[in-house]
Structures are given as structure tokens and as C-alpha cells.
């Protein structure tokens, strides 16, 4: 899964619901729209409203996974860490060229904070294509999406997370035919450590936001994070990084991974709830499993859907519990 990938854990949620609203134009009641006198005029204009942003999620998370497929097929050519590389080199020019960063007045902790948002992001991207290099795309976002599912449970501490975490555990055993005896140990363990380090990104993610403005620690951490993957690519993939058919793939891959999900969510995020965004974003185990399957050929039985299913409810359960925890 991607950096972005941005769901269903606390620091998300917060870091959202703040942007919604100091953001969101939400006219009030006389406005004159009908937007808020509560009649049927009213609830089309909000559903409208809705509408747009829900759709910029969904093409960002549609981005996401189908640009993992691309980086599936450009993976006999670079390697899987090559393909790391050129995804975070490229994505970070891309970023730096647009946002540029300053480099001044920001503290010790704040360089700190920056230098580990890249780092996880960085080992995430490392773990998570490894995973893709050795099980199916759809399954290796399923897996991972357990480390933002596991951190939401931790954070929230209610008994009712319970409920959602077996939920996810049975998702997982039906995923590993029982025993991990039809999907590849070290994959798993791969997409698994990859998912932990996603909750570290979400972690470090909000910490960076409220130290650097608008997306100035995005690109400084995206360029921590090319900066650490450079040597890995380099020592796997040597001058084929230079390749300009591995190079235009390459971009591909960062632009439909990185900076294209990163722009449509900022703009979806200025209008739509929190709540609705992570539950959204919760669909993105079963989105990668359609991208494995056009693009990639991967199958998906009725027992790998039912599986991934079971991880969704349990995203999308974990979200509910967190909002209504706050609304107490």
C-alpha cells in the first residue's frame, strides 16, 4: 500500500477533520442555498457537494492500486527495489519542483521529525515491494492494511474494536487458506511489516503537518526517502534505472502512486468528512485486488473476496467506533 495512502487510525482522522474544518466553506443556515434549512432542496445540495470529493477519493485510491500494477510489471526489468527507487527519486522531483520547500528556519526537531516521516516512508515502500514481488496485489494490501487497523484499536481502547479485530483475523486466515500453505510465508511477513510501518508513516505524517506548511514536509520526507532507497536500487537494478523505457515507467509509477492520489486527495479533503474519507480509503484492499486481476491476471477466488471483505468491514467498524468514540 501507498504512502497515501493516508485511514483508519486517529492521526488520520484528526489530521482530516482539521483541514475539513478550517477549510470546508459550509454555508449555514439563510445562506440562501438550501444547503442548510434541512428540506429536500437542502439534502440534494449536500449530496452534491458529497458527490465530487467522493469521487476524487475513489480515483485517487483507483491511482494508487493500478500504479502498484504498473510497478508489478516493471519489476522483471528494475527489481523490486529498483522499482522503490525510481518511485521515490522521480515522485520527490516531481514534488520539490512543485512545492519548493524552504530549507530555512525550521528546528532540530523539526528536521528530525521530517528525516523519519521519510525514513518510514522509504521502509515502507521497500517492504511493501517485496510483498508485491511474491504475492498478489490484492492480498498484500490486505495484509497490510492490519497495521493502520491494529494502531486504530490500540488508540481508541474500547471492547468493541475486539469485534473488529477478529473480524480482520478471520480475513487473514481465510486469505492463508488456513496456514499461509497457499500464499508465500515470507511475502505475507513482508506485507505484514510493510503495514506496521504504515502506521509508523501515519504517525510521523501528522507530527510532520503541523511543523512544516501546506506539502513542504511531504516533499523534503519524499526526498529523505529517495535519498535512503537510491543506494538499494543502485546495488539491484545498476544502470538499468537509466533505461528510458524503465525511466518512463518509472513515472508512471510515481505519478499514479504519488503525486496524482496526493493532489485529488488534498482536494477531496477540503470538502468531505474525515469519517467518509477513511471508510473510503478502507476500500482499497478490495480495489487492488481488481487492479491484480485487469491488469496483472491475478485470480481472485470466492474465498480470497470473502477474505478481503472481512478486512473492509473491519476497517470501515474500526472508523465508526473511532468517530463515535469522539463524539461522546
Partial sequence: MDETRTTVVTGELEAAAALDAAESPGPGPGSGDGSGDGTGTGRATRSRRTLGP??????????????????????????????VTLRLVLAALVLL????????????????????????MAAMNVLFYQAVDRIPLGAAVT?????????????????VNLVWAGLALGGVVLLSGGGFDRLDLVGAL?????????????????????????????????AVGAVLSLP?????????????????????????????????ELLAL????????AVLMSLEPAIAATAGFLVLHQDLSMVDALAIALVIAASMGAVRTQVARKTQ
Fill in 54 to 83: 467522493v469521487a476524487l477519493v475513489v480515483a485517487g485510491a483507483l491511482s494508487v492500486q493500478f500504479g502498484a500494477s504498473v510497478a508489478v510489471l516493471l519489476m522483471p526489468r528494475a527489481g523490486a527495489l529498483g522499482v
Fill in 97 to 120: 519542483v512543485v512545492c519548493r520547500p524552504t530549507l530555512r528556519g525550521h528546528s532540530r526537531a523539526d528536521w528530525g521529525t521530517v528525516v523519519a516521516f521519510g525514513a518510514a
Fill in 232 to 264: 538499494l536500487g543502485i546495488a539491484e537494478a545498476g544502470s538499468t534505472l537509466l533505461v528510458p523505457s524503465t525511466l518512463g515507467l518509472g513515472l508512471a509509477v510515481a505519478l499514479m502512486s504519488s503525486v496524482l492520489p496526493y493532489t485529488l
Fill in 143 to 159: 495484509f497490510e492494511v492490519l497495521g493502520p487497523l491494529a494502531l486504530s484499536v490500540i488508540v481508541s481502547r474500547r471492547l
Fill in 190 to 222: 513482508f506485507a505484514l511489516s510493510a503495514g506496521a510501518m504504515w502506521a509508523a508513516y501515519i504517525v510521523f505524517s501528522a507530527r510532520t503537518g503541523r511543523r512544516f506548511p501546506q506539502a513542504d514536509g511531504l516533499a523534503l520526507a519524499m
Fill in 270 to 277: 477540503r470538502r468531505l468528512p474525515a469519517p467518509t474519507f
